[in-house]
């Protein structure tokens, strides 16, 4: 029994493909435009083409579908719950009503709305971690925010904190792993009882782990003080990153695929 | 009674392309008041041996019975099982969290639902044998010396009274007085009747107090029996590149030289031997 499996959020898979040898500012800024593109749009044929869109990069990146659709689990809750939520609390036209709750038109309309928006969002969000290394992903941010650095933005400072971020979530996570082990053979009963007496029973788990994150934090520190590490200034990279007509051309796609979208989705609504 | 492991078997992420076994095929038995070393190199499947005496892991394939008990992901007497065998993981001291030695060492007596004026006796009693002074008590756990931590820790787990102990690298970062408290600890234990499982990369450790070793490689026992024959079959064949005691290739030397010594690892024994065969 290893108690925490089955995180797939934030995690890189690596295939040769063409989604994967994209630039990551491009993947980026990609995402960023589907993004906006998913929220721009509201008849239910754009949601079906962007569905298309999202099945096309999962074919292109050679990665199973069933992988891309994964990355939506550790959220379906949030997106389960935001739906009902819009479903009861949208005032508008009745359709169905018991005691105190009623149902409209409206409420159904943006239920299903907002569930799908927020489904495609985390779905082409899933698809650039899944595609893009962290290194890669922290190297575009940085690469992306170099224009305001020079207004004295901590751009480099912010791409490796996320770094470094990233890189220590598995190690946290054998940690959190082994303390949880640790405490259960001393007799912690950590999955019975209400939520409170849960959260009580984590107690002895997030302590030991809060003074082993400090202790590990200071430890790199010291590290990277002994190497020299003194920030972005002057620092060169293994792998600089190359921009290519590939590069252009998807970017370019994207930009028209989400213009076109927007454009069809305006003149069908009317 | 007594734990018996019967050709364990443990897969790591099973159906994927990080699958691996860590154990394959490992049975031992450990009788109270019995002492068995599990020795191996990191990623030898120790760790993950120990795990599946207290119910933490559940085998893939095979089988462990704790006194009787099966220890297995449906049953209902996994917490029995549990507080039978007390499990020190390694550096146990990262496991501390509570605001004073005192209520640290109770945790695990009061989740086992011993009765509250049993308590004080028990961490009392538990401190006293891993040789903390009763001061110590109302101190905060974070304050202490690395050592005295895993005291405490070690302590916390002696005063719920498992009957088996299970330890994982207990001196990893020991000082040499450390080593030898803990070595004496664990012999007392075993004289009152409790059965010691000791995981170690210390070949030396480990055939210096064992009644019987059990050696890993890969997750698969290469030797398993009493020490002087793990020695033996030790220096017949690499045994996944254990280090030998230093007595004994000192030993080796000596016979290599033709003398006629008895390959040992105690001091005493060896000492006697050299004497003996130089008055010759």
Redesign the interface.
């Given at each position: 029994?290893?108690f925490l499996n089955h995180l797939t959020l934030g995690q890189y898979v690596p295939a040769d493909s063409v989604v994967h040898s994209l630039d990551p500012r491009v993947k980026i800024t990609g995402t960023i435009l589907l993004l906006a593109g998913v929220f721009l749009v509201g008849h239910p044929v754009s949601f079906l083409l962007w569905g298309a869109v999202c099945l096309l990069l999962a074919a292109g990146s050679r990665l199973p579908f069933g992988m891309v659709l994964g990355t939506v689990r550790p959220v379906i809750l949030l997106i389960v719950f935001t739906s009902v939520i819009h479903l009861f609390f949208t005032a508008g036209e009745p359709v169905f009503s018991w005691k105190i709750v009623t149902v409209t038109r409206e409420g159904i309309d943006m239920a299903l709305r907002m569930g799908l928006r927020l489904f495609l969002l985390v779905l082409f969000a899933g698809m650039l971690t899944l595609t893009t290394s962290p290194t890669e992903l922290s190297d575009g941010i940085e690469k992306l925010c170099s224009p305001v650095a020079r207004l004295g933005f901590p751009a480099h400072e912010l791409a490796m904190m996320m770094t470094i971020a990233l890189r220590f979530i598995p190690t946290l996570l054998d940690e959190t792993d082994?303390?949880m082990?640790?405490?259960?053979?001393?007799?912690?009963?950590l999955d019975r009882g209400g939520l409170l007496k849960r959260l009580r029973a984590f107690?002895?788990v997030l302590?030991?782990l809060f003074?082993?994150v400090f202790q590990r934090a200071d430890d790199l520190a010291t590290a990277m003080e002994a190497r020299n590490y003194r920030g972005g200034a002057g620092r060169t990279r293994m792998r600089p990153l190359r921009w290519s007509l590939k590069d252009s051309l998807a970017l370019a796609t994207v930009m028209l695929l989400v213009a076109l979208c927007v454009w069809l989705d305006r003149s069908w609504m009317v | 009674m007594s734990i018996e492991v019967n050709q364990l078997t443990h897969i790591?992420h099973p159906g994927t392309p990080l699958e691996t076994k860590a154990v394959d095929g490992v049975s031992v038995t450990v009788d109270r008041g019995e002492w068995v070393s599990v020795v191996g190199h990191t990623g030898s499947g120790k760790s993950t041996l120990a795990?599946h005496l207290?119910g933490?892991?559940?085998p893939d394939s095979g089988s462990v019975f704790v006194d009787g008990l099966q220890v297995h992901?449906k049953s209902r007497h996994i917490?029995q099982v549990?507080?039978k065998v007390?499990?020190v993981?390694q550096y146990?001291e990262?496991?501390?969290?509570e605001e004073t030695v005192y209520r640290e060492i109770a945790?695990?007596p009061?989740?086992?639902g011993l009765e509250e004026n049993e308590v004080p006796l028990r961490v009392r009693r538990a401190m006293e044998m891993v040789g903390l002074e009763s001061d110590l008590e109302t101190a905060s756990p974070?304050r202490l010396s690395g050592g005295q931590k895993r005291r405490v820790a070690i302590a916390?787990?002696l005063a719920?009274r498992p009957a088996y102990l299970v330890l994982d690298e207990p001196t990893a970062g020991l000082d040499s007085f450390g080593r030898k408290d803990l070595k004496k600890l664990l012999k007392d234990l075993q004289a009152d009747g409790l059965g010691i499982i000791l995981i170690t990369h210390d070949l030396e450790l480990a055939l210096e107090v064992s009644d019987s070793l059990l050696v890993l490689k890969n997750g698969r026992q290469i030797i398993r029996g009493e020490p002087r024959l793990v020695m033996e079959e030790a220096i017949d064949r690499n045994l996944g590149g254990l280090v030998l005691p230093a007595m004994v290739r000192f030993m080796m030397k000596l016979r290599e030289l033709g003398h006629d010594v008895p390959l040992t690892w105690d001091p005493a024994e060896a000492a006697e031997a050299i004497q003996l065969e130089s008055s010759r």
């Open positions: 029994m290893k082994r303390i082990k640790a405490q259960i053979a001393r007799g912690a009963d107690i002895p302590v030991p003074v082993i | 790591y795990q207290n933490l892991l559940f992901p917490r549990r507080q007390g499990l993981f146990p990262q496991q501390l969290f945790f695990g009061r989740n086992w974070f916390s787990v719920f």
